[in-house]
T-cell receptor, first 111, second 114 residues
Framework: DAKTTQPPSMDCAEGRAANLPCNHS???????VYWYRQIHSQGPQYIIH???NNETNEMASLIITEDRKSSTLILPHATLRDTAVYYC????????????FGTGTRLTVIP | EAGVTQSPTHLIKTRGQQATLRCSPI?????VYWYQQALGLGLQFLLW???????NRGNFPPRFSGRQFPNYSSELNVNALELEDSALYLC?????????????FGPGTRLLVL
């Protein structure tokens, strides 16, 4: 699976959009981009994933660049409960097994 | 729909003992994954079970083992506990279908080895 690079930490004002970047320059054509988050000492929570098209669900939007070498997770209106470590993971989805969690981005939402 | 459940939530053992952790996947999911998250460290893949078989294991010694039952629930056993086994143990499940394979995590079992 391709390696990802994320900033170690970010701050965001409550109510504003949080934009979390991820670089995955070695991504292969059959690898998906997944985002999870982990709120302190809880199990990781799945947020969203995509292959090459932008995706949106009730939690977030995922913007993948045309060359697929980077992506951005957007939380449209950050709340204090969005404070967590966010992980960007690139993996082959078809019968893949384990996820490789890097160090992620620690997002702090500030009141 | 119930999510992935794990028991117990906390477990305290002494060095040399055995620990058994349990996981129930989301209904309809056939794959179960185990991960270890030691304090201050990232999640490390332990084991993957699918349809009752061990499909892959991470870089952990053989004293970490497990099994998957016919109802797809799973146990993780850790023998001869060492202090460094203290960690949050996370279970995830996925549908086992060929496409997409999103893993959904449980709340974890926090194991403390004294």
């Amino acid at each position: 699976d391709a390696k990802t690079t994320q900033p170690p930490s970010m701050d965001c004002a409550e109510g504003r959009a949080a934009n979390l970047p991820c670089n995955h320059s070695t991504i292969s054509g059959n690898e998906y981009v997944y985002w999870y988050r982990q709120i302190h000492s809880q199990g990781p929570q799945y947020i969203i994933h995509g292959l090459k098209n932008n995706e949106t669900n009730e939690m977030a939007s995922l913007i993948i660049t045309e060359d697929r070498k980077s992506s951005t997770l957007i939380l449209p209106h950050a709340t204090l409960r969005d404070t967590a470590v966010y992980y960007c993971i690139v993996r082959v989805a078809a019968r893949a097994n384990n996820l490789f969690f890097g160090t992620g981005t620690r997002l702090t939402v500030i009141p | 729909e119930a999510g992935v459940t794990q028991s117990p939530t906390h477990l305290i053992k002494t060095r040399g003992q055995q620990a058994t952790l349990r996981c129930s996947p989301i209904s309809g999911h056939t794959s179960v994954y185990w991960y270890q998250q030691a304090l201050g460290l990232g999640l490390q893949f332990l084991l993957w079970y699918d349809e009752g078989e061990e499909r892959n294991r991470g870089n952990f010694p053989p004293r970490f083992s497990g099994r998957q039952f016919p109802n797809y629930s799973s146990e993780l056993n850790v023998n001869a506990l060492e202090l460094e086994d203290s960690a949050l143990y996370l279970c995830a499940s996925s549908s086992g279908l060929a496409d997409q394979e999103t893993q959904y995590f449980g709340p974890g079992t926090r194991l403390l080895v004294l």
